[in-house]
């Protein structure tokens, strides 16, 4: 990065942290610019990364026609801007979700089969004991078909919101370490890049 | 107002001041707290060392800026590791900002390790896709056609020796996939499209915040490693030998949850106490 680039990015990160005071003018600035630049940023890496080579390389090079069926699906999406016209990009809506849908069905069993396969391990340590345990209760809290009523279900699905309470906790822990690390990223750029103090 | 009074209705900003303070004493001034390598990264890491040498392997930068702070020093420690092993990486994205990013780790590492490296040679970029699954099945089936032909810069693939040998991302290509993603996708999308029909193991290197997703498929074996955040690339690094900013990290890390355990506990020892206080 140039100096330049540094004194920039230390002032937008010092902007932006300015939100932890208060919400103000600053803050909105930066926001705004952020998602301005992000989404011109996308736009650009979708159009070099993916249509430039399909439409330059593959229709106008190879004469690839079918390349065309795709455009013009995704061309047809942005007509729902039109009123008149907007019910035509239901039809590539359509075709994108029952083409993710049998997708997804066609591949996405191998993983679920194998973690399902996975949890049928022998209980010789605290561990496998808590893992089978843990499994079993969950599936049980997650059993809305009718009212249990037999009791090893019924204190199966209480034992079971514990064992999914403390997934959440280690959830929320995890993240809690996550966003310290980002502003460990972010004070390490203050301190060593732009201030240059330490390090 | 009693002192658990006052710290239960703490005004905010100054829990985010002291956050700020430790976080900067600790980088200037850092602890040196032990730490011990935990196994998940010591098999991540016998993992890359068991690859036979000057095998390919392709590397999946999923990842954006937001999880720079975690997934670069996994990436970085990565890419010293393999070269180390002379290893040859093809890089794709599945992240808009991850193919970018991961360039300049290569480009960051080539000037400071291995002068020698060239690029086409020892690393390829094929840039971002978006589509992650169905992208992942069209590289299974043609590198060429699911890339466009084209590399990051817009040039074409077949101007590359290394894209040459991987036809398609199969295993009698590919020894290894290297997942390195923020919290999604998880690696499922990968292993179901390519690592399962393909017969290419993979690992991978996640931010903190994505672990608890990341265990299962640990524990299934749909992937054979994984470096667990920030934590796990600090430990990488000391493997590998090349202490980064993971490293410097891990004391703030360390006081930070420290500084937060002491709040959680402060905050319920208030609050039991004060609602004796109300209810009474």
New interface residues.
Partial sequence: MTQWQIIVAGLVTLGLYTYLWKDNPIYRTIEHAFVGFYTAYAVAMVYHNQVKPAVLNDLIRDGEAIVLIPLILGAMIYLRYLPQLSWVSRYPMSFWLGYGAGFVISYQIQPLIQQIRASFIPINSVNSFLIVVGILTTLMYFFFTWTVKDPVTHYGSKIGRYFIIVALGATFGNTVIFRVGLLMGRMQFLLFDLLRIGN | MTFWRKFLNMDR?IM?GA??LI??AV??RPIGLPMQIGSTTEKFYDFVEDIPRGSIVWVEAGFGA?N???VGPQIRTFLIQAYRRDLRLIMSSTG??G?QLGQEMFEDIKSQFFPDLEYGVDFLNV????GT??YA?ALADDVMSA????D?F?RSLADFPLASEVPRLHGDYVAVLAHFVGHDPPP??W???VG?PGNIPIISGT??????QFI??L????IKANIP???GAAEYESLVGVLG?AT??QD??SS??LF?TILVIMANVGYILTRKDTSS
């Fill in positions: 900003r985010w956050m700020f976080v900067a980088l200037l937001g720079l702070p975690e808009v900002e193919s840039g971002y896709r978006p699954m169905i099945r890339t466009g032909g084209v990051i817009g499922d999308e292993f179901a499209a399962q931010p903190q915040m994505a672990v608890p299962p498929f524990e299934a074996g749909i955040g920030m934590r900013s410097a990290g703030v890390t930070m949850v937060i």
